[in-house]
């Protein structure tokens, strides 16, 4: 995250203030307080409970976010935020041996909650384990990236449309972004590529799974940069923009699918280019 972007101006202060002390993301704290928490006008508060699981507390954001900064060094020696919650709910030593046994069975990406999450066991605060399945999923289509660097707009928009090789109306189940072949294509979000492929339609795509049902998908594509099975980084590069399968020219088809469903993907996300200094909405 960065502190100059539009999106971070618009967090509450004492969220902005919790992220700036601790490193923490201010998109996982608010993303923390829409499932767990609440908002006053002098503070924002995560309800949790720091010494006994049956009694559940309101702690100040910040306090929650050097709580998360701390288990998070504690269960992996680095900073990263989901991590850092896991830690909190199922202790350093589980969440430690639960991306170890996730390593071990061939997980590309073991540190991702969604690839270690099955090898938990029993959680020390049952609240904060329960919600958190849910606080990843929502951090994670609130942190979304573009996958352009670019903004020369979309040249075909999510939902209904006359279709532009066969005539006939029926549903675009993405967004068509005009740009040139050779343009790199970046993921969304990290994740695993479950396919980087070709058939007719499609022409050559690759279909990444960023957990908890969560899955993007880029077609007609010139060049892959990913092969199936591989783990990616977060506005890595998969591909570059192409004109293969059916199409009628060059662009990328982003499509943004939650638990199997096609979704706008202008509605999630930040959208923003790949320093996250600005918002970008491209104009349609």
Same mark, same amino acid.
């Given at each position: ?12 202060? *004492? ?38 699981? $049956?009694? &559940?507390? =309101? ?12 288990? *998070? ?48 066991? *029993? ?21 979304? $990236? ?8 979309? &040249?075909? =928009? ?28 970046? &993921? +969304? ?26 899955? *993007? ?7 892959? +940069? ?50 996250? $200094?600005?918002?970008?909405?491209? $104009?349609?």
């Amino acid at each position: 995250w960065n502190q100059d972007s539009m999106a971070y101006n618009s967090f509450p202060s *004492s969220v902005r203030q919790a992220a700036l002390e601790t490193g923490v993301s201010p998109d996982l704290l608010l993303s923390t307080l829409g499932i767990l928490g609440f908002c006053t006008v002098v503070d924002c508060y995560i309800n949790y409970s720091p010494s006994n699981p $049956n009694r &559940t507390v =309101p702690i100040p954001i910040l306090g929650f976010a050097r709580a998360i900064s701390a288990a *998070s060094n504690a269960a992996t020696s680095d900073r990263e935020d989901i991590i850092g919650l896991a830690a909190l709910a199922w202790g350093p030593t589980a969440t430690r041996s639960a991306i170890v046994q996730a390593r071990r069975v061939g997980s590309r990406g073991p540190e991702l909650f969604s690839e270690h999450f099955a090898y938990l066991g *029993s959680p020390l605060q049952e609240k904060l384990a329960r919600a958190l399945p849910v606080i990843v999923g929502l951090n994670r289509l609130r942190t979304l $990236n573009w996958p352009l660097s670019t903004q020369r707009g979309i &040249t075909s =928009p999510f939902g209904m449309r006359r279709h532009p090789t066969k005539g006939q109306n029926h549903f675009h189940n993405g967004i068509d972004l005009r740009a040139p072949i050779g343009e790199q294509v970046f &993921t +969304a979000h990290s994740g695993i590529v479950l396919e980087a492929a070709q058939n007719p339609f499609n022409g050559n795509y690759v279909k990444i799974s960023h957990g908890l049902g969560v899955e *993007s998908f880029y077609c007609h594509l010139s060049e892959f +940069a990913v092969t199936q099975g591989d783990y990616v980084d977060q506005y890595q590069v998969i591909g570059q923009v192409g004109q293969t399968g059916r199409v009628t020219g060059p662009h990328l088809h982003y499509t943004l699918k939650i638990d199997g469903v096609a979704v706008n993907p202008l509605h999630y996300g930040l959208a923003a280019d790949p320093h996250g $200094n600005k918002k970008v909405r491209p $104009n349609s």
